[in-house]
């Protein structure tokens, strides 16, 4: 109540934000008549203004007003559309770097030119990141003529693109592209051995288009880029033939909620029985007791045509947020081969992880990220604490006609779909033109068969139809137009009432610069005009939604679609107890009341109980759903942290910065590290292993010394191994010459890459585990990052040791002069990335850390021998060897 009167009183927090914001709308429109009294010519120079004033020191907010008052001049000559002062308050919002909430039908794709305008001035590149390759390309096509005609370049990145097409893409000032080709052009740059291979430069400023399905749904699931591993896909059929035989809730557990599988002790007999097996749990066949669990989940949880398709003889997954198909896509943790025994197609060896990253450490690797959507504001908290984005929402430009019906609830699924087809069969035969959503592929085909037996004709639009997606959805508001559509499939497209003139004139003629197609496109618009008028008096669209969303947004994402810019239109939400939602939460408590009260099966119930039910239904799903990205993302920063390293220390090499100091670093302390070992500073004589020692420095370097006489002196011993190393490393560097250095970026190479990727598929096994650390009252995320934190030390070690090994090893032999030759034999072998498998992982597949910095061990202090320095040049004492560092002390 108190915060009733005080939202009256002073307005709420997006109110006095917009009050905040008006006076540089003002500033904009006071541009307006200077701008449209200038020639097209003087226009366009205002672009080389900007960028010399920015160079001379202005910022882009210094010269905001101006130059989003050009965009919109330049706008209005070129593509004919006007930014509205709120498509301005949302310019402004997105160049802050936060998140616009738009309403469908508000012109995001327009508002986006102003920021991306304004800060491609800076010739730092601007990308914009939508959720598929036709939106891509039309907005930059569409787009791309304005920024063209102000003198700035545009690119797109699809699928299919080669690394030079790429490459030149990226250095455009302004590049469309989905959110995953850019992750993976990342992971990719971060596999190649020259530097100029890179595609991609400074992340320097994104606007997400839909950031909500970006940044929130699909960061569920991690982009891993992996290889074949030698495992054989036997044990997959083999399990998949005794799945059959085991019974749920007798054999087995499963949990819809959280997708999980356990056996009873009954299944464990079962399996052991089936199997020939004497103990299930023996660590000999704890890969088996895998494969079982994943199998169960593929029989029981994983279903054909709702989460994935058979395509040309191979599974491909369908995104559960989109409806589309994501061909290419692999599960991962062998749930993608259960599924491909299961559907008896050929079953592809399992993959070891070379990369991998997600959603959330990728964006936040730009300097400014903005984001725009229509359905933001109830994920708030998650972009501020997660991305650091603050959610402005942004004001219709006419007030929200639509009209929202209460849900009513059916008994049974069959009464439910009949009860749509009828009301269909009603609005459609006055001419109101319907779009229904539904939330999978084989809900759509159910409905379809559903309006066929009632001869209602029909557009289905799901991953099957992909294809024609856009042109399905442009049309979804002409006269009579009834369009089933699974999920937000056709996000992006428009929905115009009376049809979209300009998709029906490209049907009719191709090129758009013929005389031909401008008749055309003018008898479509009359055509268009005189449905528009009929469709408004019919109501306008008419949105049904067959089945509730686990998430709120994704319901408000489907009623958005109707009441566009002031247009007339109607939602309701057709619901029975056995739809998913329903039956997981609450719906067994909802059918016994139904059935107390003999509310026959064709009798709808609309009565607030089950509304709050279903909205508490929804909260906890989505509260599930939050704490796996949380989950995901508090165990992936520490990996972040470790690719980082990795990745830095990577293109330091590749840049050829201090190659030699890191090798020689790398040398003082595999030198020190063999010393304390075998020779410990403050240890006593007789714990010395001498012998160890010698077998070290020859294994490790080649060098033999005879360390007999001087075994009594500790500091002798040092000096001795120090001599005989650099000894032997000069020797070495001369006899390569000048193709030493371009041996040890080689060898540096060759050694991170071979080692990162072992320790990936070690951090893969320990993930798979961790959790039943919480059995012992363990928190698995802490003894997540300290397990990392040592594997990561370990891999450290590794590749200094396994690096001075090669170096002092490794020896050129010039065969018929040609030296070349040899050299390039001892390059890397690179990994044909085109090969390579480009997947999300599941949703139980995963981890991550979230600190790099342990606790020093209580053994370590003053007494623990620093680390020895072969560096020729001035170093600080905390790197000198042993003996140095002794005489300092004497003088």
């Not at 007791?289 to 279903?303: G, S």
């Not at 508001?477 to 979209?500: E, F, H, S």
């Not at 939050?626 to 993302?633: A, M, Q, V």
Request: hydrophobic share 35%; aromatic share 6%; proline share 3%.
């Amino acid at each position: 109540m108190v915060n009733e009167v005080l939202r009256k009183i002073f307005g709420t927090k997006h109110d006095r934000e917009m009050k905040r914001i008006r006076p540089t709308v003002d500033k904009i429109n006071s541009y307006e008549p200077q701008m449209q009294a200038l020639t097209d010519e003087q226009l366009k120079a205002k672009t080389p203004e900007f960028q010399q004033r920015l160079k001379n020191g202005e910022t882009v907010n210094d010269i905001l007003p101006e130059a989003f008052a050009v965009c919109r001049e330049a706008s209005k000559r070129v593509l004919g559309m006007r930014h509205y002062d709120v498509q301005m308050i949302g310019g402004i919002v997105l160049n802050r770097g936060a998140i616009s909430e738009m309403r469908t039908g508000e012109g995001k794709t327009l508002v986006a030119t102003l920021p991306v305008y304004l800060n491609a001035l800076t010739g730092r590149g601007v990308h914009v990141v939508t959720v598929n390759d036709y939106l891509a390309r039309r907005d930059a096509e569409w787009m791309g003529r304005l920024y063209g005609w102000l003198g700035l370049t545009t690119g797109i990145i699809a699928h299919g693109l080669s690394d030079q097409q790429r490459k030149q893409m990226y250095r455009c000032d302004i590049t469309y592209c989905t959110n995953n080709e850019l992750g993976f052009d990342y992971l990719r740059d971060n596999m190649k051995f020259e530097l100029e291979d890179y595609v991609q430069r400074e992340l320097h400023y994104a606007i997400v288009d839909e950031c909500d399905s970006i940044l929130i749904d699909e960061a569920r699931t991690p982009l891993i880029i992996s290889g074949p591993a030698e495992a054989s896909t036997d044990k997959y059929v083999m399990v998949n033939k005794i799945i059959p035989n085991l019974k749920r809730d007798v054999h087995f557990n499963m949990e819809e909620k959280s997708k999980t599988a356990s056996l009873t002790d009954e299944g464990n007999a079962k399996v052991e029985e089936l199997l020939g097996l004497e103990n299930l749990y023996d660590p000999r066949n704890i890969d088996i007791l895998h494969h079982v669990y994943q199998a169960l989940k593929a029989h029981h949880l994983y279903r054909l045509d709702v989460e994935y398709m058979i395509k040309d003889g191979e599974i491909v997954i369908v995104d559960e947020f989109t409806g589309r198909l994501m061909p290419g896509r692999r599960w991962s943790d062998g749930l993608h081969q259960a599924i491909e025994a299961k559907e008896g197609v050929e079953v592809k060896n399992e993959n070891q992880t070379l990369a991998t990253i997600t959603f959330q450490n990728y964006f936040r690797m730009y300097s400014k990220i903005a984001g725009m959507t229509g359905t933001a504001d109830t994920e708030a908290t998650e972009f501020k604490k997660i991305y650091n984005l603050d959610v402005s929402v942004i004001p219709t430009n006419k007030p929200i006609l639509r009209q929202d019906q209460e849900d009513v609830v059916y008994k049974s699924e069959v009464a439910k779909f009949k009860a749509i087809a009828a009301d269909i069969k009603e609005r459609s035969a006055k001419g109101q033109p319907i779009l229904v959503g539904t939330v999978s592929i084989e809900k759509s085909e159910a409905l379809s068969m559903a309006l066929k037996r009632e001869g209602i004709r029909h557009d289905v639009l799901n991953a099957k139809a992909h294809e024609r997606e856009a042109e399905i959805v442009a049309q979804a508001g002409r006269k009579n137009a009834v369009t089933i559509a699974t999920n937000m499939a056709g996000r992006g497209t428009d929905i115009v009432l009376g049809g979209n003139a300009e998709v029906m004139a490209k049907k009719t003629v191709e090129d758009e610069t013929t005389p031909e197609f401008q008749e055309a496109l003018a008898k479509f618009k009359r055509q268009c005009e005189d449905e528009k008028r009929e469709v408004v008096e019919a109501g306008g669209l008419y949105i049904i939604g067959t089945e509730r969303h686990e998430s709120r947004r994704i319901d408000n994402q489907l009623r958005g679609r109707s009441g566009r810019q002031g247009d007339p239109g109607e939602s309701r939400f057709y619901l029975s107890l056995e739809d998913t939602l329903m039956r997981i939460f609450n719906g067994e408590r909802i059918q016994k009341i139904m059935s107390m009260l003999n509310i026959p099966e064709d009798e709808p119930i609309t009565a607030k109980m089950v509304t709050n039910a279903i909205e508490g239904a929804q909260r906890k799903v989505e509260g599930h759903q939050f704490d796996i990205r949380k989950h995901l993302i508090d165990y992936d920063d520490v990996m972040n942290k470790q690719r980082t390293v990795i990745y830095r220390m990577r293109r330091q090499v590749l840049e050829g910065n201090d190659v030699e100091r890191t090798f020689l670093d790398f040398l003082g302390d595999v030198t020190s590290g063999l010393l304390d070992t075998n020779v410990p500073e403050m240890g006593k004589k007789e714990d010395w292993n001498i012998e160890g020692l010698n077998t070290a420095l020859t294994q490790q370097f080649g060098v033999r010394l005879d360390l007999g006489s001087i075994s009594n002196n500790s500091e002798a011993i040092t000096e001795a191994v120090s001599k005989a190393i650099k000894e032997t490393y000069e020797r070495q560097k001369a006899s390569m010459g000048p193709f030493f250095p371009q041996v040890q970026k080689m060898v540096l190479l060759q050694s991170i890459d071979h080692h990162w990727k072992e320790h990936l598929q070690i951090i893969d096994k320990l993930k798979e585990g961790i959790n039943l650390r919480g059995y012992a009252s363990k928190d698995p995320l802490i003894e997540y990052k300290k397990e990392a934190f040592n594997a990561f030390e370990t891999l450290n070690n590794v590749i200094k040791g396994d690096v001075i090994e090669k170096i002092f090893k490794v020896q050129l032999v010039a065969q018929e002069g040609n030296a070349e030759e040899v050299l390039e034999s001892l390059r890397p072998e690179e990994q044909d990335l085109s090969d390579l498998d480009y997947q999300s992982a599941s949703d139980s597949d995963i981890g991550g850390m979230t600190d790099l910095q342990p606790q020093q061990p209580a053994s370590a202090g003053p007494q623990e021998r620093q680390k020895m320095s072969f560096n020729r040049q001035p170093v600080d004492e905390s790197r000198m060897n042993r003996a140095d560092r002794r005489k300092q002390k004497k003088r």
